[in-house]
């Protein structure tokens, strides 16, 4: 076949970077984001460049110790067959009466101690993952760990938290563009969660076909299809790019309704919200398992908890937004109890093999606010909970604070919760490029990455991605549809 000049289809790791400065939330705003949830102050220009910039060669070992299995399957990982290999040997030492049998018993010992010392050697030495090494929890298991994160769309138009063909589209042409798992965006466990009037939902059976489809296509491109759920709290009945009324409060009479929180105390310039009785919070406790079971009726293989960016579950973990002198405020104890709750029904409410994620804020970037050492302690509560994954962002709970957003910028939070909570995780936030995200798995500062923004430029990201990384075409995850106009062939 005559391949014509690839560098015409190359266009290069700008593909990525180069409009890193489009990390521009005003810019974002003005194309509607309900929440200045991402609005991110002092936002350098250039950030992919400066990590291009300190660009380590892409693979940095082919093999890299570590202490815990590996989660992605058992083909480099033989402790059973080391340990067994202990076990079984017979007691080099013994002797068995003769002085040349002592001799041979004493060789014999010498060569099996080799041979175990070999074979746990090998049980420890495990290969450090690829972009592209598949990632399995608990019984699901994705192509890679390139993961599509929630992003609201705001497009339920119907105001009913159904979701829309645009919401088919948007998931589905990203899971036939090669990402591993995609994640659908907050979907509001009551009407009162949601984040805007346009938010979709799973608070009624009657939603759960609205989905369905979308979930069968996305699952039959090959990704697996998660969801995240949400309750909005003080954040919720915010305005979009459909309503208007964006980063501010949707007036009752246009759609709008009263919002609900740990404790009475607004969100920037929000309106005040109303505390919620012990009683409601139970209420939601159920609501968030109900949507969980709806999710599972609808075909969806992972449930995400939303726990981050100052909606309701992250104002209660916080500090600044939990005044609470009940049992839901005051100790960090008591401020996850609310989380822990829910990911108890959740837990007992879905399939054994299911894998459950959180969402969280890894810190508020407030002083005496919410930060690391509660996310470190809240994530080893988590994995005690039947949580498998904790999907690392930050910010969104307190107006006004300066974010330093750089590329990679919340990858060590998400690397620090993994190795102290020893619970996998995924680093998200400026990931923007194929060697830069291929770096955070391969030096195992978390489990996969997530790619955002990025995605919304390009859906096919990780089918470009791999081609860069110098993938060969038939490992690359093209849609048999696909596969004639694969990056880098000419016809
Ligand atoms: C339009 C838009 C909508 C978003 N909606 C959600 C959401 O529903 N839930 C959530 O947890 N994060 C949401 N986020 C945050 C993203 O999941 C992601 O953490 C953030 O964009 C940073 O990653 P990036 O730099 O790759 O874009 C949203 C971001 C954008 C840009």
Redesign the pocket.
Known sequence: MAILDETAFDDGDEDYGDRDNE?DFEQ?LAHG?ASD??MVKDQPTGAGDRAEGDAETQAVASTQTHADAPEDGAEDWDATAAISANGNASDPTRDDGTDGSKRKGRAKAKKQQRKNAAALKSAHKVAAPTLFTPFTLRGVTTRNRIWL?????YSAFGRDGRPTQFHYQHYVSRALGGFGMVIA??TAVSPEGRISPCDVGLWEDDQIDSWRWIVEDVKKAGAVAAI?L?HAGRKASTGCFSTGHINATVPEDQGGWKTVAPSPIPYGHYDMPRELGVDEIHGIVEQFRYAAVRAVNAGFEAIEI?A??GYLISQFLDPLSNQRSDEYGGSLENRMRFLVEISDAIRSAIPESMPLLV?ISATDWAAGGWDLDQSIETAKVLKMHGVDLMDV?TGGIVAGVTIPAQANYQVPFAQEIRDKALIPTTA?????KAKQAARIVHKEQADAV?????A?RDPNWPLRAAYKLGLDKSEIPYPDQYVRGAFGTSR
């Open positions: 990390y974002g984001f949830d991402y994160p929630p992003m609201d769309t965006e907050s995240q949400n939303h981050a960016h969402r962002s998200v936030g400026l990931i923007t997530e790619i955002g923004r990025a919304l």
